[in-house]
């Protein structure tokens, strides 16, 4: 996906990397309309999941997702992972400390404040900010609620 924004530079999105653990879930459980989404986005972007899998269930929901998991068991796995794949074309959607290195090595990062919190630094490191997966999900189904976010 191609976002062309006001005052910044055009940048490409091609893979979507999720945080598992109150990001599409909360205590190792997806959360409701997550799997519809990424349904909708699987033709247009890469997703994978990283996850130092705290709940243990990591491999079940990325098997009903459909997608890539890759263990990630601290913030270093989760940026060593980022590098192998064309950083500066990834988005990511996290929440914890464990995300904060992987939000400063990809080129879009992206929020989420549920149930479980946020850390104060990957909130700082972060583009955008949303209080739901949903809502942070639905801004690669609807750019341009992105783009409204993120212009000059």
């Known amino acids: 996906m191609r976002y062309t924004i006001p005052g910044h530079e055009s940048f490409d999105i091609e893979t979507l990397i999720l945080d598992l653990n109150g990001t599409i879930a909360i205590d190792g459980k997806l959360i409701e309309g997550v799997k519809e989404r990424i349904d909708a986005l699987r033709g247009s972007l890469r997703i ?51 995300d904060l290195e992987l939000f400063k090595t990809v080129r879009l990062r992206i929020l989420t404040i549920q149930v479980e919190g946020a850390h104060p630094q990957t909130l700082l490191e972060s583009d955008i900010v949303t209080t739901s997966i949903l809502d942070a999900l639905d801004l690669f189904l609807k750019p341009k609620r992105l783009i409204a976010t993120i212009r000059k």
């Open 48 to 98: 994978l999941l990283f996850s130092g899998d705290t709940q243990g269930t990591a491999a079940e929901i990325a098997k009903e997702l459909q997608i890539e998991l890759r263990l990630t068991p601290d913030a270093a796995a989760k940026a060593a992972e980022a590098q192998t794949l064309d950083p500066q074309t990834c988005a990511t959607i996290g929440n914890g400390r464990i």
